[in-house]
Nanobody, 120 residues
Framework: QVQLVESGGGLVQAGGSLRLSCAAS????????MGWYRQAPGKQRDLVAT???????RYADPVKGRFTISRDNAKNTEYLQMDSLKPEDTAVYYC??????????????WGTGTLVTVSS
């Protein structure tokens, strides 16, 4: 089994910064794509950013130029640096990873989420 654990959420004022981390553990042979999604109250879960194993990155338009996704393959960890935060960034942030285990070539796993609250 594979577990993803997010950390780094919290309360921040508009214009501030937060850095989220997501550590994967378990029977991991290799992690392919990793990503971050977010879900605001009463809304659907939306893509924030993704990063492939070789570092190709994609951002959702609302966060371009403000958020930076990165990963450390040796530590099975990904990060989301969030700068110039806005109240509309308030959401539960979920990390995801596509993982190769001894049993499966690639399966998507999700973390349980970390709350980010941006006050105006």
């Amino acid at each position: 089994q594979v577990q993803l654990v997010e950390s780094g959420g919290g309360l921040v004022q508009a214009g501030g910064s937060l850095r989220l981390s997501c550590a994967a553990s378990g029977s991991i042979l290799r992690i392919f794509a990793m990503g971050w999604y977010r879900q605001a109250p009463g809304k659907q879960r939306d893509l924030v950013a993704t990063i492939t194993r070789d570092g190709r990155i994609r951002y959702a338009d609302p966060v371009k130029g403000r958020f930076t996704i990165s990963r450390d393959n040796a530590k099975n960890t990904e990060y989301l640096q969030m700068d110039s935060l806005k109240p509309e960034d308030t959401a539960v942030y979920y990390c995801t990873a596509n993982v190769e285990t001894p049993d499966r070539y690639g399966m998507d796993y999700w973390g349980t989420g970390t709350l980010v609250t941006v006050s105006s």
